[in-house]
């Protein structure tokens, strides 16, 4: 099992050294904008290199909306990430699973997501598996609870797409975590990333505030089940830098069963 974590985008390789890190995920660009990413003068380094690489999408991506404005550029800045993310060689590009307006049929943001694929395969493919998110909050999102996650994977499935399961997100979107590997894996048939992250605020709460794995209002013991069972790579997005994060991924190794290099 590869664990790494979210890092600073200026020198993923230095941050994952100060961590003990096997994998890293960072933005390529501003992930409160709009920009395009440009290429990168260490994608020969990071396509060498020994550790894992994934790339995270812009916040600021929801391509379930059905106001055009933000859907169609939207759309186009995640294909324009991925052919980032490929030619980085990364594993993967995290996207959040969006949602719709007050008001509006979830079933339109489902058939959004399904012609986002569409529109990516009839412009040569993401060319980097593209891993959907679970939420934490809106009573609107498309991926915050496993009703939701199995009508949107009915809709974009055939597009082989990938799950990333954020254990914060989880928790703090209303699913509990016991048994949820099972339960996500009923619904997708697979989990590809773990974003293992403790929460700062209650289940159910809506809030997407992650802790330490060791802190927070989950039992670190549920954590490290879910991320035993999913037997996925793993990401933390955790706070206190590289002490904070080289502490969770030691207490991960710990825990789960030796190092994984």
């Known amino acids: 099992m590869r664990i790494g974590a979210h890092v600073d985008p200026a020198d993923p390789l230095a941050e994952a050294a100060s961590r003990a890190a096997d994998a890293v995920q960072f933005f390529l660009s501003d992930p409160q904008g709009w920009k395009a990413p440009n290429p990168r003068e260490d994608a020969d380094r990071l396509r060498a290199?020994?550790?894992?690489?994934?790339?995270?999408?812009?916040?600021?991506?929801?391509?379930a909306t059905t106001n055009n404005r933000i859907r169609i550029p939207s759309r186009k800045l995640?294909?324009?990430h991925a052919t980032g993310a490929a030619g980085i060689g990364a594993k993967g590009l995290i996207v959040h699973g969006g949602h719709v307006n007050?008001?509006?049929?979830?079933?339109?943001?489902?058939?959004?997501?399904?012609?986002?694929?569409?529109?990516?395969?009839e412009n040569g493919g993401f060319g980097v598996p593209v891993l959907i998110e679970n939420t934490a909050?809106?009573?609107?999102?498309?991926?915050?609870?496993?009703?939701?996650?199995?009508?949107?994977?009915?809709?974009?499935?055939?597009y082989d797409v990938g799950f990333c399961l954020d254990t914060?997100?989880?928790h703090a979107g209303g699913e509990e975590l016991l048994d949820l590997v099972d339960r996500v894996k009923a619904v997708t048939g697979r989990i590809d990333l773990i974003h293992a992250n403790n929460s700062k605020d209650a289940f159910n709460s809506g809030r997407d505030r992650h802790d330490n794995l060791a802190g927070g209002t989950i039992d670190p013991e549920l954590l490290v089940a879910v991320i035993r069972a999913a037997g996925a790579p793993v990401i933390v997005e955790t706070p206190g830098?590289?002490?904070g994060q080289g502490a969770d991924?030691?207490?991960?190794?710990?825990?789960?069963?030796?190092?994984t290099a």
Not at 49 to 63: C, G, K, S
Not at 102 to 121: E, Q, V
Not at 249 to 258: D, K, N, T, Y
């Open 137 to 158: 909050g809106g009573d609107n999102a498309c991926a915050r609870r496993l009703d939701a996650l199995a009508r949107l994977w009915d809709a974009v499935g055939e």
């Open 102 to 121: 007050a008001g509006d049929d979830l079933a339109t943001g489902f058939d959004n997501w399904r012609k986002t694929f569409a529109y990516a395969a």
């Open 249 to 259: 991924i030691a207490f991960l190794r710990e825990h789960l069963g030796g190092t």
């Open 78 to 80: 995640l294909l324009g």
């Open 241 to 243: 830098g590289a002490d």
């Open 168 to 170: 914060c997100h989880a």
């Open 49 to 63: 290199a020994e550790v894992d690489v994934y790339v995270h999408a812009p916040y600021v991506v929801n391509v």
